[in-house]
């Protein structure tokens, strides 16, 4: 559950159940922006890292991304998203437009990717399509053991 304020998102809530054959995640975040404090969950496990104003969850970064872009803004963009304890600040950094064949024909994608600094070796790239309000073509994210998820748009709504 997002909501805007000062005319950006900020997350209320956000709730994450995954069952995977053997395995099972369950997490969330609940954000009190009048008494400034977070509650972080990963299944038992709980945290309450500093709030921060515009606080999101890993899952409501896109829509800001594609919010900031949609405004005009390039270069380094920066979002604060909690870790456990920590407060950690996302860096996602814009490059080049690129033309993309998509099931939907060429699309126009601009190409902007996650800056980490911790060496973990993972990378994620997205394509996002400037004239449908920067909906994701395409996002690879290569993990640190080789494993590659790549998600591509096969169509709109």
Known sequence: VLRWQEGRPETVSWDFHQKVAWKSRDRSLDVDSEGKRLELRDKDKRWSPPYRAGVLDRHAVQVALMQDLAAG????????????DEMATWVFRTGASERMDTPMGAQRALRVER???DGSGRSTTLWL?????????RILQKEPDGETIDMRITSLR
């Open 129 to 137: 399509a400037p004239e449908r309000g920067y909906v994701p073509l």
């Open 73 to 84: 803004k390039s270069g380094e963009l920066r979002y604060p998203v909690p870790d456990k």
């Open 115 to 117: 800056i980490r600094s």
